[in-house]
């Protein structure tokens, strides 16, 4: 595939680049110098001559002159000089024509870079099975979703996985309290959802732990045998662990998240894995009253954190343990892992790559940290289930989207109204969450997530359906004459469609999904005004028929964007 088939302004900028090499051939010069992106009216792309002048030793705006000399191939119209810069400025209809045709040549993939060979492990959510997904903890799957869907647009080939901590104490305090206590013991679950119900027998359990000796020891008694390889007892926690996670993708399947496998942490021990590690790292550990650790002083560490646990005295691995084996494993599946892991993760994540470097492995996943969400009421707490879940989020963000389309749109069916409700409020969840860089922390505020104007899910979503709305009146539209597609405000939205491969290439290659948000946003904005300055269905049929190609365009450049970011695109709203 050329180029210029999916990435008009990839190509666009190697055809500048290869103007600007012949120009240093030609002034004699070798000093390094770039392409840019022009300021709008002055041209797409420009670069510096003021290097070359310092080698040449001559004035700046004389060498640019001279380099603006140049013939460029089409769509370039010309160079021109300004001060020490050299502009390459397009020939209007022909950039539209070279535009449009990209995005015709690929359709609703446009934005579509071609596939990769490398495998990409993508490792996001993994929340404990031990109960709902609550909001701190929302941004990992939402980011980590999204940002598999911005590689894979981008020509990945993602896989992404699902870590089921179903090991450790938790686990069988929460298995102990399944067995043992009544539904009236237990208490009413705050929803009728597998995570709600059992999470009430791991609350109670945990509170008659505090204040149960002989409670205390059925559970280290049950911990011991579920370590040390009971295939009869691990087969019955993992089941209480899988009812709670049904529950978990249920709500995530709300706001479309998926996953395409599913790793549970109990097969590294049925499977050797973990005992396997134990044996490697024996040999590299020292001894703390019967348990042992490794030494990551040499690492740069310090203090507590520098003594890595592997083993308890009673013989128990620990979740250090069991991260490496998992980690070794994972090395096996990938060419390239990819962890998505809060902020309170770091000093675990440090420790782990200490611990490989000891080990001799040259080898780390690449790990992007999130901050926690907030409500405006402040920070959440993670246990007692004293806690906002994220269904009660998303609930309410759908009842509040809900009153909006009610008002604006007395005319649907009510049944239509709700559809686009849930439309709206997920999207509107998802959005709030996505679009601020990951390590940045978020405080959600609902004026904010359900605005129809400006940096918002409803405003790229409201964009959208109106192009939509556009095309469904035009009918049928024919191509058009692109030369006749001068106007500032189309000119400007050709440069935003010709950019959006390139956006989602680099959002993919610097996992920085908030940027894709970043261009929709702009872009939404760029297609509104030209909305705004450009009739289209009034306009006369030979400019109608060219305009309606740009709508085409912004149509599938914003369901695209959408897409990436996990967000509906609704035809109407």
């Known amino acids: 595939m050329k180029l210029e088939d999916y990435n008009p302004w990839e190509a666009l900028r190697a055809q500048a680049d290869e103007v600007r090499l012949a120009c240093e051939r030609v002034l004699g010069v070798t000093s390094p110098t770039a392409l840019e992106e022009a300021p709008f009216g002055k041209g797409v792309f420009s670069f510096s001559t ?61 934005g579509r870079s071609p596939r990769r060979s490398e495998k990409v492990l993508l490792e996001h959510t993994s ?21 598999a869907r911005v590689m894979r647009l981008a020509g990945y080939n993602v896989t992404c996985e699902y870590l089921v901590n179903d090991v450790g104490k938790q686990m069988v305090v929460q298995y102990w309290g399944v067995r043992h206590l009544s539904p009236d013991e237990a208490g009413p679950p705050d929803r009728d959802k597998d995570d709600y119900r059992v999470v009430k027998y791991y609350q109670k359990a945990t509170a008659l732990l505090e204040k149960d000796p002989q409670m205390r020891k059925d559970i280290e008694a049950l911990i011991q045998r579920f370590e040390h390889g009971d295939v009869a007892l691990t087969r019955e ?22 996953y395409d496998s599913f790793f549970w942490e109990s097969d590294l021990i049925l499977g050797g894995h973990v005992q396997r590690v134990i044996d490697r790292l024996m040999p590299l550990s020292r001894e703390e009253d019967g348990a042992h650790f490794l030494d990551l002083s040499s690492t740069g560490l310090e203090g507590d954190a520098a003594k890595y646990f592997f083993v308890r005295r009673d013989g128990t691995s620990l979740y250090t343990t069991r991260d490496i084996a998992y980690h070794l494993d994972k090395m096996k599946r990938c060419d390239v ?8 993760q770091k000093l675990t994540f440090e420790r782990l790559k200490a611990a490989f470097k000891l080990m001799g492995i040259d080898w780390a996943p690449e790990t992007i940290f999130y901050a926690f969400v907030n409500l405006p009421e ?25 009153e909006e389309v009610r008002k604006r749109r007395e005319d649907l069916p009510e049944e239509r109204k709700r559809e686009i409700a849930e439309i709206v409020g997920v999207g509107a969840v998802r959005y709030n969450i996505v679009r601020v860089q990951a390590e940045k922390r978020i405080v959600f505020r609902w004026e ?39 106007h500032t405000a189309e000119q400007r939205l050709l440069r935003w469609i010709a950019k959006f491969p390139s956006a989602v290439a680099d959002a993919a290659a610097t996992r920085r999904v908030h940027a894709v948000a970043s261009f929709a946003t702009d872009f939404a904005s760029q297609f509104n005004e030209f ?34 970011l996990g967000l509906k695109a609704p035809r109407e709203m």
């Open 50 to 110: 003021f290097a070359y002048a310092k080698e040449l030793r001559r004035s700046p705006v004389d060498v640019a002159s001279e380099a603006a000399k140049a013939e460029v191939p089409a769509p370039f119209e010309r160079l021109t000089p300004e001060g020490g810069y050299v502009n390459f400025v397009v020939d209007p209809a022909a950039f539209a024509a070279f535009v449009l045709e990209a995005v015709a040549s690929m359709g609703g993939t446009y």
């Open 531 to 564: 909305y705004r300055d450009c009739p289209v269905l009034s306009a006369e049929p030979g400019l109608r028929a060219a305009r309606l190609r740009i709508v085409d365009a912004s149509r599938i450049v914003l369901a695209n964007a959408l897409e990436c």
């Open 237 to 258: 926690i993992r089941a209480v662990g899988e009812a709670v996670l049904r529950g978990i993708l249920q709500t995530l399947r709300r706001i479309d998240v998926s």
């Open 378 to 402: 402040g920070r959440m707490s993670t246990r007692k289930g004293l806690v906002v879940n994220l269904d009660d989020l998303i609930d309410e963000a759908v009842e509040r989207a809900y």
């Open 337 to 344: 892992a990819v962890n998505v892991l809060g902020e309170d």
């Open 448 to 486: 904010e997530a359900l605005h129809f104007e400006g940096n918002s899910a409803p405003f790229l979503q409201y964009a959208h359906a109106r192009a939509c709305g556009i095309l469904d009146k035009a009918g049928s539209q024919g191509r058009g004459d692109s030369r006749l597609l001068v």
């Open 127 to 147: 929340v404990n099975p031990t109960g709902p997904v609550h909001v701190g903890r929302a941004r990992n799957p939402i980011f980590g979703d999204a940002l």
